[in-house]
């Protein structure tokens, strides 16, 4: 995961993150606040920490998993879960 600041509105800057998916291989670009990906480093949970941010854009911040490939993943398990 790579990251580039860029100074954004209301002076906070803005982390811009180059994830790869580690299942499809594709790149995203997830954009935080600096100030949200320390407090995520340093242990915030990653809904509290992104509120702003998708569901899927934080999977793949946690995991490297896009969330098109997290569906697919664990839609076995729903599956078994239902049956």
Known sequence: MAGEDQEGEGYMTVTKLDVKCMSCKAEKTVEVQRQDLK????????????????ADERELI??????????????DEDEEDEG
């Open 62 to 75: 946690i995991s490297n998993i896009c969330g098109e490939c997290f569906d697919k993943i664990f839609a």
């Open 39 to 54: 407090a995520y480093e340093e242990g915030a949970h990653a809904q509290h920490a992104f509120p702003y941010l998708s």
